[in-house]
């Protein structure tokens, strides 16, 4: 058994990922992808949970917290209704 004592600020210092994702308005499932990521979410392993750090975590978004670029979305462009339509020749 290691010698070192468990902090005493763990929970003060550190979230479960499962109460921090949804706080942060994402699933479990997209933490996880974050922590996956090269230079992903900061996160420990301890007690069977993912944990993570408070500090790191704290700028709001997985992805800016993680230096990973963010997801990019993907917009359809509206078919406008003031543009006249084309006519064909014949």
Same mark, same amino acid.
């Given at each position: ?25 994402? $699933?479990?499932?997209? *933490?996880?992808?974050?922590? +996956?990521? !090269? ?9 069977? @949970? ?8 704290? $700028?709001?978004?997985? *992805?800016?917290?993680?230096? +990973?670029? !963010? ?9 406008? @209704? ?9």
């Amino acid at each position: 058994m290691s010698e070192k004592a468990l902090d005493p600020n763990f929970l003060a210092e550190y979230e479960r990922e499962s109460e921090w994702a949804p706080g942060h308005g994402i $699933s479990q499932r997209t *933490a996880s992808r974050y922590r +996956a990521l !090269p230079n992903g979410l900061p996160f420990l392993i301890f007690g069977g @949970s993912v944990w993570i750090p408070k500090a790191k975590a704290a $700028s709001g978004s997985p *992805a800016a917290c993680s230096g +990973a670029m !963010p997801v990019p979305v993907v917009v359809k462009p509206r078919k406008s @209704s003031t543009t006249p339509p084309e006519k064909g020749n014949g």
